[in-house]
């Protein structure tokens, strides 16, 4: 059992920098890749970025690649998504969720968090 808190969301210019923060409970959380999704206002729950379960792979999807950076600190329990250049269409819930596969489908994870709101102004 996993449980995961996202922290760090918040309003911010377009153009700015946020990092997200994702706290996991349970002993078996580096046994797990950890993925970020996010969801807007009528739309379907999108797949951001997701990193192995040491570490040392990580991939983004097209429309955050070269402004997202997912990293984890697996002494610490801790999952982060770093935003940079920031721009409106970014607004979104951000959730961070744990799955045993590797790949960008919401349904095959397991645990998620409750999310926090980003919002960027124009």
């Known amino acids: 059992q996993v449980q995961l808190l996202e922290s760090g969301g918040g309003l911010v210019q377009t153009g700015g920098s946020l990092r997200l923060s994702c706290a996991a409970s349970g002993r078996t959380f580096s046994n797990y890749n950890m993925g970020w999704f996010r969801q807007a206002p009528g739309n379907e729950r999108e797949f951001v970025a997701l990193?192995?379960?040491?570490?040392?792979?990580?991939y983004q999807s097209d429309s955050v690649k070269g402004r997202f950076t997912i990293s984890r600190d697996n002494a610490k329990n801790m999952v982060y998504l770093l935003m940079n250049s920031l721009k409106p269409e970014d607004t979104a819930v951000y959730y961070c969720?744990?799955?045993?596969?590797?790949?960008?489908?919401?349904?095959?994870?397991?645990?998620w968090g409750q999310g926090t709101q980003v919002t960027v102004s124009s």
């Open positions: 969720a744990a799955t045993r596969s590797w790949n960008s489908r919401a349904d095959t994870y397991d645990y």
């Open positions: 990193i192995s379960w040491s570490g040392d792979n990580a």
